[in-house]
């Protein structure tokens, strides 16, 4: 059965706070039990060894055992106490003891007592204890007590009330302590369970294609606020990539409308009889077809690099070597724009897709080609950077427009002064190239001076 975070979070503070609290109440009852009943144990004893010490003080004073009537104020303490007191002198002679119905009735009071702190304390076990005692005048032998009590320990209706009180209030501190945790538990849980919800809440609507609800509000919980952050910049994203879709569909219906509206009024003009059937104009319809498939076939590409990225056929080749020989098959377009070109470097062996990199080498070279202007500069460098190949290329063209500079990547996305860019001006060699980039696990960047030139660079890995 699934639990809302509110009543997880509860559930597991009450638990642990039940555990720690009994822990801790039965630790205190055990060290108070052990403690007391130690306490008591020697509080008797010490009583014992009043009595005995009495006895032998009333035999030094009398220089001798007195009559029986010295020692009932003793015997007498003893009884109120719960204590049978009998003394014998060296023969083994009884000096005094209580009377019998005393005796009996003492026994029958430490019984009581016995039942009386069984209610209160709970079962406890009572053996009836006898004990002789030898008592001394100095180091002379002067006869002994025979000590009759109730016990291992003896407590007292007073000792038992205090013991059964503590417990009590263990029990209500317990309880308090319990209800205490419920309350901080359900507002910590409140508090923390309140954002997640409205994060939620707001997720959802998102899920809806909802982007403009409003986003949550922070809360002074830092992993909670890390969370609302995420979910914002997501929410941007994903309002962005809406936006990219909807661009993208209107582009590609502009860029299949344009040659089909061509195609198809050219040759609604020859079925009518508006045109002559020409050579020429069957070229010009035949090439409003190719730049048809030419857009599905590089729509096609895109799609086959990002879907197959692991089936890249990669082999270990000289980057400098490659880009050389691509550099050599633009030698008559710079000579045309009368455009100087350098390659700088040093030979760099990376393993990766040498027919893809061809294809991200010559995309970069095109553009920079198409948006240099005549007498301008382009230069290619190869470098290793941390076991990074970084392939640069950098143009002295129009430059891209700040506002522009996030989207030259996406598919279909030209600029005003890119119509005519390779591809057919379709506005896809960037984003092929981008695509096969990600295949490689590398990264494009671009820095760009509007109105100066454009840098663009490549980070591969040497090896993977």
Known sequence: MNRTIKWQFIFSFVSISFIIIGAFSI?????????????VAERQESEIVEYTTSLERIYEENEGWPNTADFESIGLESLHNLIILKVYDNEKNLLWDPASSDELGNKQKMQDNASYMDKI?????????????????????????????????????????????????????????????????????????????????????????????????????????????????????????????????????????????????????????????????LQSCYDEVNRITRLIGSIDKINEIESHQDS???????????????????????????????????PLFITADKD??????TNLLSNAVKFTPPEGIITLKISNE?????????????GIHPKEINR????????????????????????????????????ITVKSDYGKGSTFTVILPVKR
């Open 312 to 346: 890249l056929n990669k082999t270990s080749f000289d980057l400098y070597a490659l880009a050389e020989n691509i550099s050599s098959n633009f030698e008559a377009l710079f000579v045309k724009k009368n455009i100087y070109y350098a390659l700088n470097g040093d």
């Open 386 to 398: 941390k076991n990074q190949a970084l392939l640069t290329i950098a143009d002295t063209g129009e």
């Open 121 to 281: 304390m709970g079962e406890m076990e009572h053996d009836y204890v006898e004990k002789t005692v030898p008592l001394f005048n100095g180091e002379q032998k002067i006869g002994e007590a025979l000590i009759s009590y109730m016990g291992p320990t003896a407590y007292s209706e007073h000792d038992a009330l205090f013991i059964a009180d503590m417990k009590n209030n263990l029990i209500i501190v317990a309880i308090v302590a319990l209800i205490l945790s419920i309350f901080f538990a359900a507002l910590v849980a409140k508090k923390i369970s309140g954002p997640i919800v409205r994060v939620k809440d707001f997720t959802r609507e998102i899920a809806k294609g909802d982007y403009t609800s409003l986003s949550p509000e922070k809360t002074d919980i830092k992993e909670l606020d890390e969370l609302i952050s995420s979910v914002n910049a997501l929410s941007v994203q994903l309002e962005n990539q809406q936006d990219i879709r909807n661009q993208l569909s209107s582009d590609i219906a502009h860029e299949i409308r344009t040659p089909l509206t061509t195609l198809k009024g050219s040759l609604e003009a020859m079925i009518d009889g508006i045109w002559e059937i020409t050579d020429d104009r």
């Open 408 to 443: 030259i990547f996406e598919r279909f996305y030209m600029s005003d002064l890119s119509r005519n860019s390779f591809l057919g001006g379709q506005g896809i060699g960037l984003s092929i190239v981008k695509s096969i980039i990600k295949a490689h696990h590398g990264n």
């Open 27 to 39: 630790m205190t009852l055990s060290l108070m039990d052990n403690h007391f009943a130690k306490y």
């Open 356 to 361: 893809k990199i061809s294809q991200v080498i």
